[in-house]
């Protein structure tokens, strides 16, 4: 029986490492048509590396976006640690002095003073792509101040 629940265990995990971010070229009517985030098959995850490489440029406007891929799961401003800067690991609250339940309020306070000194507000469009094992996988667009498009990723939520 253990190893039964063993091989079903191992099982669900594989399945789970296998979406498949690499294959499929980028087809319009089926991205539009599978926008829905709770899906965990989208076929949105394979059309991605053709997205990067051939659709999603730096300085590609919203609108071409939006006109390409359809409106976004989400669109907002997040307060983003930029590229190169890197949380200290004396904040983590994984540090053993910060994970004391005396110190944690401390600690909360000083990585909120350590974001608003560093954090900057990033401008983003997110696109759900499918999921790994329990979290929902997205597409993620950072754009500038005018409007282009500079980044682009996959995340998990």
Not at 121 to 145: A, C, E, Q
């Amino acid at each position: 029986m253990r190893i039964l629940m063993l091989m079903f265990v191992l099982l669900a995990m594989l399945e789970g490492c296998s979406t498949n971010y690499n294959n499929d070229k980028f087809n319009k009517s089926v991205w539009l048509s599978n926008s829905d985030m709770t899906n965990t098959n989208n076929p949105r995850a394979g059309m991605t590396k053709d997205l990067f490489e051939n659709y999603l440029k730096p300085g590609v406007h919203r609108d071409s976006i939006l006109i390409l891929l359809g409106q976004p799961y989400s669109e907002k401003i997040e307060n983003r640690i930029p590229k190169g800067i890197e949380f200290p690991d004396s904040l983590s609250l994984t540090d053993s002095v910060n994970f004391r339940k005396e110190n944690q309020e401390r600690a909360l306070k000083n990585i909120n003073d350590w974001m608003k000194t560093y954090g900057q507000p990033d401008t983003l469009m997110f696109y759900p792509v499918g999921w790994s094992m329990i979290d929902p996988n997205f597409m993620v667009i950072k754009f500038r101040h005018d409007s282009t498009a500079y980044e682009f990723w996959i995340e998990q939520h």
